[in-house]
C-alpha cells in the first residue's frame, strides 16, 4: 500500500492549497454541487485520504460507502491499467466483450437465492433503479410503484419521485414521475408505539395503506432498502422484510432490494438481505461493486430479467470494460480477503465504541446498523427532537481533526460511519478517539 496509514495534519483543515482550489471550484463548478469537506485529494489507499497540503484524514466515508476494497486497491488498479491499455469501450450493445459477462456471472451467483438470475450493467445506482422499475413494469404489465418513507433512490426524475427528502435532493426540481406511492417505514427508534411493536404494526399499516390507496393488483414493485442508507442507517425490526417480501409474492409483485448502498460485504455479508435469509426477486448494486469506478446493476429472477424484449434495456457505457475490469478486481479481493468477515469485525471495534458514547451523552438516541455501515442518531437531550446542528458541528470538528465523517437522516441528524473495509484497527480506534474528542468538546 503506496499510502502511509496515518493521519497527519499539516496544516489547518482545509489547507492553503485546497483554500485556493476552492476558490478556482467557485468560479467554474455550478454551485448546486456541494462540497462537505473541501480537502482536495491528492492521493489515497486503504483509511487515508491525503490531501494537496500534504495532510492525511482517516477516511470514515469511502467516498460514501464505495471504496470498500479501499482506494486504488492493488487488484483494480492492476486490472484498470490492463484493461485500459487493451480497449476502453465498445459499447456493449455493438460488440460485446468477456468482462461484462464475467460480472454478470459474478453478481448472479452472489446474490441471495439459488434460482436461476440475470443481470443488466448500467452507470449509476440511479440508472439501476430506474432499470429495475422499467423491468418489473413490463413484467407485471403493472404501473405502480410502492417506496418507503426516509427512501433514497437517486437524483433522476424517477428517483428524485421514489427518494423522501426533499431538500436537496427534490426541492424545485418536480413535476416528479408519476405512480409512486410512499408508505411509513418500519423505523424501531421513532415507531409512536416502541420498537416491540414496530414489525407488527408497520407491516399492518404497509398492507392497510396500499390496499386502500393503491390496488394490489395495479402494484408492479415494491422497492425497499434493507438498511436504509441517506435516510439515516434505518434498520428495520427483523422480520420486517421478510414479511414485505412474502406478501409481494403473494400478489405478484416484484420485490425489489436496493442494495446500493448496503451490498458488496458493507454489512458482514455479501448483501444485507442475507442477513435475515430474505431472497429479493430484482436487487440492485452499485457503489462498493467496482471499488470507485462507475459501474451498477440490476439482478433478478430470470423471467423477470428476460420480460423485456431485446433492446429495451442499454445504453452508451452501461457495463464499460474498464469498470468492469475494476470490478472483477474488487470481487476478487472481497473473496481473497473475506471482507464480509472483516466488515463484521469492524462492527465488533466500532459497536462497543458507540454504545459506551450513548450511554455516556444524552444526546445519543440512538446506536445502530450492521457490519461497517454504522450510525448514531443525535437528539435534544431527554427528548427525541433532531439535532441536526450538534450533528454538523460533531462532524466539523473531526474533520479538523483529520477525520472524515459523513452525516445523513431525514432530519439531518445521524452521523454516520463507512470506513473503507481495508482500514487498520488502529485507525479505526483513533478515529472513534477523535469522535470522542469531539462529544466531549461539543456536548
Ligand atoms: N440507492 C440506496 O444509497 C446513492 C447519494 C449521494 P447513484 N447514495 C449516495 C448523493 O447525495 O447524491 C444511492 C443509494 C441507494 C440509490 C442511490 C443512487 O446511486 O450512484 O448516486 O446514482
Known amino acids: ?22 476558490a478556482r471550484k467557485a468560479r467554474a463548478v455550478a454551485s448546486g454541487v456541494g462540497t462537505m469537506l473541501p480537502i482536495y485529494v491528492a492521493r489515497a489507499g486503504g483509511g487515508i485520504v491525503v490531501d494537496v497540503d500534504g495532510n492525511q484524514l482517516i477516511d470514515f466515508g469511502a467516498g460514501i460507502a464505495v471504496v470498500s476494497v479501499g482506494n486504488a486497491a492493488p487488484r483494480v488498479a492492476e486490472a484498470v491499467q490492463h484493461q485500459v491499455a487493451e480497449f476502453t469501450h465498445t459499447c456493449f450493445m455493438v460488440t460485446p466483450y468477456e468482462g461484462y459477462v464475467a460480472v454478470a456471472e459474478q453478481l448472479n451467483e452472489l ?21 429495475a422499475v422499467k423491468i418489473a413494469r413490463v413484467h407485471t404489465g403493472r404501473q405502480a410503484i410502492v417506496a418507503f418513507e426516509h427512501a433514497y433512490h437517486g437524483r433522476t426524475n424517477l428517483t428524485m419521485a421514489l427518494t423522501a427528502k426533499n431538500m436537496p435532493y ?23 408505539t416502541g420498537p416491540e411493536r414496530c414489525a407488527h404494526e408497520a407491516f399492518a399499516e404497509f398492507v392497510a395503506l396500499v390496499h386502500a390507496q393503491v390496488g394490489e393488483q395495479n402494484i408492479a414493485a415494491v422497492i425497499i432498502e434493507p438498511i ?8 428495520p425490526p427483523p422480520g420486517f422484510l421478510a414479511r414485505v417480501a412474502s406478501w409481494c409474492a403473494e400478489h405478484g409483485i416484484v420485490f425489489v432490494a436496493d442494495e446500493i448502498q448496503t451490498g458488496f460485504c458493507r ?14 426477486d430484482l436487487i440492485t448494486t452499485a457503489k462498493g461493486i467496482a471499488g470507485g469506478l462507475p459501474l451498477a446493476a440490476v439482478t433478478g429472477r430470470a423471467e423477470i430479467m428476460d420480460a423485456v424484449h431485446v433492446g429495451g434495456l442499454g445504453g452508451t457505457y452501461g457495463g464499460n470494460p474498464v469498470a468492469c ?20 469485525r469492524i462492527e465488533a471495534v466500532m459497536r462497543p465504541r ?5 450511554e455516556k451523552y444524552d444526546v445519543v438516541g440512538d446506536v445502530r446498523g450492521r457490519g461497517a455501515m454504522l450510525a448514531v442518531e443525535l437528539v435534544v437531550a431527554g427528548t427525541k427532537d433532531p439535532d441536526p446542528a450538534l450533528t454538523a458541528a460533531l462532524a466539523a470538528a473531526c474533520h479538523q481533526q483529520g477525520l472524515i465523517t459523513l452525516t445523513a437522516g431525514t432530519f439531518g441528524n445521524v452521523l454516520r460511519f463507512l470506513p473503507p473495509l481495508v482500514i487498520g484497527d ?7 478517539d477523535i469522535l470522542e474528542a469531539a462529544f466531549a468538546a461539543s456536548v
Not at 500500500?1 to 485556493?20: C, F, H, N
Not at 441471495?112 to 432499470?131: I, M, Q, T, W, Y
Not at 436504509?228 to 434498520?235: S, T, Y
Not at 444485507?272 to 429479493?280: K, L, M, R
Request: aromatic share 10%; net charge negative.
Open 1 to 22: 500500500m503506496s499510502v502511509a496509514q496515518q493521519r497527519l495534519l499539516k496544516t489547518s483543515i482545509p489547507g492553503p492549497r485546497s483554500v485556493e482550489l476552492h
Open 111 to 131: 446474490t441471495p437465492g439459488d434460482h436461476e438470475k440475470r443481470s443488466a450493467l448500467f452507470n449509476s445506482g440511479a440508472e439501476a433503479v430506474e432499470n
Open 170 to 192: 427534490k426541492q424545485g426540481f418536480g413535476p416528479f414521475a408519476g405512480e409512486v406511492y410512499r408508505v411509513p417505514m418500519a423505523y424501531p427508534y421513532r415507531w409512536p
Open 228 to 235: 436504509q442508507g441517506e435516510g439515516g442507517f434505518i434498520v
Open 267 to 280: 454489512t458482514g455479508d455479501w448483501f444485507a438481505c442475507e442477513f435475515e435469509d430474505v431472497v429479493p
Open 325 to 344: 475490469a475494476a470490478a472483477l478486481g474488487a470481487i476478487e479481493t472481497m473473496r481473497a480477503e473475506d471482507l464480509g468477515g472483516v466488515a463484521r
Open 354 to 358: 458507540l454504545v459506551a458514547l450513548g
Open 426 to 432: 488502529d485507525l479505526l480506534n483513533e478515529g472513534l
